[in-house]
């Protein structure tokens, strides 16, 4: 079974732009299985459905998202071999910009769009440069020079990358997304693999829902602003 | 890989049918004019030639460069090179001044004398716009007509793809016909979708569309050549009416071509 790691910024077309892609994959006669992983909400399961694949959410609720991504990846993928799925296609959102998901052997896409300001791809940071494929949607919105530069910003970041134009509204270059998930490698098993990027140490109180501010409520793994720090 | 012409291999249209064009050529320095009533698919058949379609998109269509099929793992980057395009949206989202952008994106495009070139862009858009274009505005807060023209300069120099399709540029709110000249002046092969009669007929050919297919295509005539004098004519006549209201200025009343005619007489 393939499978695929989506992330991106908010709202940047990451359901729009695997919708149009799952469409070409069911008419190559795969069979697809999509997880959606989110922090408080999400009505992605909905849109998903209406391609008539199998669907599941997964809700970090009060735990770190991005801790609770990586501990049920295992889980994951033995739901969707449940489904007897081809590809998994795993949509994460409300991930924080310090972690990636992309585990090694997973082909990671990271969706990111014309509209977030040419500075933003160097702040989105390991979810951006450690992707195997960017794709860049809303390009239909910004003139053709906001396109080049932008694409270059992003290249910047992530030059090993394959960098596709998309337009979630009308899927015009998910054909290219398609062959992208068909050439990648088929990975064994998701247990044992690694996360390209490490995620953060977080053993907090707040971590274990303290919500008081001060000094004298915090234990654990704190660090504190270091303003001798100069520019 | 230099660009001689581009092909499309007709593919099947809405209902399925074969489409009724089964090959086009485009040569380089040549226009062609896309037709047809909202929904034909004038939209998809440019698509189709910025994606180099490969019978895999809605239209079944394949897009052959200089007669071959494209291997896009091979040309991939040469090939994201050769189209620009000029689309319907109407405003800069960047937030930064005209000369900042323009320097970075002929960086992007490995211009040779860029401070050169963005005071070429400049003086195009200029002599695009009715409204003065400075390098020291900010693009977010340029009008509709000041953001298209400086799109299409910037398209025509520092893009400078052998490709250019164009998306209704008669929307724009600017001298239309010298954007095409300009476009086309450099041996560029243009796509343009268009309703309006004066820039159909300045294409050396037009593509009807129906039902999603290429039906037919048309050769512009002697006689449309003519009809298209006329026009430009007429447009020239337009445009210069339209400066002399918006200055200011009386129209069609004796004398009021005469220069020094008091302004707002009846005040
Ligand atoms: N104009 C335009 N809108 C897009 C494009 N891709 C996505 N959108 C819109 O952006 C919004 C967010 O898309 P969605 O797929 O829900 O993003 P997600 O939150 O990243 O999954 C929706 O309103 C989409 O219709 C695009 O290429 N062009
Ligand atoms: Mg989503």
Not at chain 1, 181 to 197: D, W
Not at chain 2, 40 to 46: C, D, E, V, W
Request: proline share 3%; aromatic share 4%; with cysteine.
């Amino acid at each position: 079974m393939r499978f695929v790691i989506v992330a991106g910024t908010p709202s940047s077309g990451k359901t729009s732009v695997m919708i149009h892609t799952i469409s070409h994959l069911l008419n190559e006669g795969l069979s697809v299985a999509v997880c959606k992983i989110d922090c408080l909400e999400t009505s992605d399961d909905v849109r998903y459905r209406r391609l008539g694949v199998a669907v599941a959410v997964g809700l970090a609720d009060y735990i770190c998202p991005d801790h609770f991504y990586v501990a049920n990846l295992e889980e994951i993928e033995r739901w969707a071999k449940e489904q007897k799925a081809d590809l998994l296609v795993l949509e994460t959102a409300g991930l924080c910009h310090r972690c990636a998901p992309a585990v090694h052997t997973c082909l990671s896409v990271c969706v990111i769009d014309n509209l977030i300001g040419i500075d933003t791809p160097r702040k989105v940071g390991p979810m951006l440069s450690t992707a195997d494929v960017i794709v860049i949607t809303k390009g239909d919105m910004v003139s053709q020079a906001e396109r080049e530069v932008f694409r270059f910003k992003v290249s910047e970041v992530n030059p090993g990358a394959r960098i596709l134009d998309l337009n979630g509204l009308t899927g015009q270059g998910s054909l290219s997304l398609k062959n992208e998930i068909l050439n990648s490698a088929l990975p064994t098993e998701i247990s044992g693999k690694e996360l390209k990027y490490p995620m953060p140490a977080a053993i907090c109180s707040y971590c274990a829902g303290e919500t008081i501010v001060g000094k004298s409520y915090q234990m654990g793994n704190v660090k504190k602003v270091d303003f001798g720090r100069m520019e | 890989m230099m660009l001689k012409k581009i092909t499309i291999l007709g593919g099947s249209d809405k209902d399925g049918a074969a489409e009724k064009v089964r090959r086009l050529d485009i040569q380089a320095g040549q226009v062609l004019s896309v037709v047809g009533p909202t929904g034909s698919g004038k939209t998809q058949l440019i698509a189709d030639v910025e994606q180099y379609a490969e019978e895999e998109t809605l239209t079944g269509r394949s897009i052959l460069v200089n007669g071959q099929p494209v291997d896009k793992d091979r040309h991939k980057s040469s090939l994201r090179y050769m189209v620009a395009q000029v689309s319907q949206n109407m405003h800069f989202v960047i937030d930064m001044s005209i000369e900042d952008f323009l320097l970075m994106h002929a960086q992007v495009r490995a211009i040779d004398d860029p401070a050169k070139t963005i005071k070429d862009v400049l003086s195009i858009a200029n002599r695009l716009s009715g409204e003065p274009i400075s390098l020291q505005m900010n693009l977010t807060r340029l009008s509709g007509g000041q953001s298209r023209a400086l799109m299409v300069a910037d398209v025509a120099l520092i893009s400078n793809s052998p490709v250019v399709l164009i998306d209704e540029i008669e929307n724009a709110g600017i001298n239309r016909l010298e954007a095409l000249h300009i476009l086309t002046g450099r041996g560029k092969i243009v796509l343009v979708v268009s309703h309006d009669p004066t820039l159909i007929l300045m294409a050396g050919e037009r593509v009807v569309m129906k039902n999603g297919g290429m039906h037919k295509v048309f050769k512009t005539a002697p006689e449309e050549k003519q009809i298209l004098e006329n026009l430009i004519e007429i447009d020239k006549e337009f445009v210069s009416l339209r400066e002399k209201l918006r200055y200011g200025k009386s129209v069609g009343v004796a004398g009021s071509n005469k220069e020094g005619v008091a302004l707002w007489p009846k005040f």
